[in-house]
């Protein structure tokens, strides 16, 4: 049995995090395979005994420096988008095997001396 890293949540316990909850969202991928046909019907049917899987997406604000490397850090411990890892969910505290669907994207917020960042639109993916 592989033992998957978990995604930092820089809460004050495993419970709390510094998501920002309103950039918090929840969907299903489809898991359906359509086909076009040359008369313009469309053919579309249910992939063999897979499951929806949930997206997530997410973000954080406010990060502080020592925040943001550990955060990059963890992007490159598990590959970018490669290797599962688990992630808790904000709303819920389920603790979720997800994978980044792209990579981070990190935008500078502080002024001055206060070095602030924000990672927003992170996209996780049930595995």
Request: zero cysteines.
């Amino acid at each position: 049995m592989t033992a998957y890293a978990t995604m930092p949540n820089f809460g004050s316990n495993s419970n709390l995090t510094k998501e920002d909850s309103s950039k918090y969202s929840e969907s299903s991928e489809s898991n359906a395979i359509s086909e076009k046909t040359e008369s313009g019907y469309t053919i579309t049917r249910a992939r063999f005994k897979q499951p929806r899987r949930r997206t997530f997406e997410t973000a954080f604000t406010n990060l502080r420096e020592s925040e943001k490397l550990e955060l990059q850090d963890f992007e490159e411990e598990v590959g970018g988008i490669i290797t599962p890892f688990y992630w808790r969910n904000p709303q819920s505290l389920e603790l979720i095997l997800v994978q980044f669907m792209e990579p981070l994207k990190f935008s500078y917020s502080g002024t001055g001396v206060s070095r602030r960042w924000n990672v927003s639109g992170i996209k996780l993916r049930e595995v």
